[in-house]
Nanobody
Framework: QVLFVESGGDLVQPGGSLRLSCAAS????????AGWYRQAPGKQRELVAQ???????NYIDSVKDRFTISRDNFKNTVSLQMNSLKPEDTAVYYC?????????WGQGTQVTVSS
């Protein structure tokens, strides 16, 4: 069983910034891809950003140039720096690590963007 510790979710005004972090208690973390997903009320969970075991990244179009995903394989963490936040970014954000058919999910952290 993998234990995740997610942090960083908060209430922020439009245009503000937040940094989400997710620490995973798992060996060989560096061999997993890692990502952040989000789920807004009434909507399906969607992939926001992903980083491969080799460090390659990809983002959904709506967050490109605003969000940055990174990983620290020494600390077993994956982070998401979110800038220029918009109300439509409001959602529960989940971290995820995967290797082949093995997928693990964090418990989620709430991000609310509102004035």
């Amino acid at each position: 069983q993998v234990l995740f510790v997610e942090s960083g979710g908060d209430l922020v005004q439009p245009g503000g910034s937040l940094r989400l972090s997710c620490a995973a208690s798992i060996s060989a973390f560096n061999t997993y891809s890692a990502g952040w997903y989000r789920q807004a009320p009434g909507k399906q969970r969607e992939l926001v950003a992903q980083i491969s075991s080799g460090g390659s990244t990809n983002y959904i179009d709506s967050v490109k140039d605003r969000f940055t995903i990174s990983r620290d394989n020494f600390k077993n963490t994956v982070s998401l720096q979110m800038n220029s936040l918009k109300p439509e970014d409001t959602a529960v954000y989940y971290c995820n690590i995967a290797r082949g058919s093995v997928i693990y999910w964090g418990q989620g952290t709430q991000v609310t963007v509102s004035s």
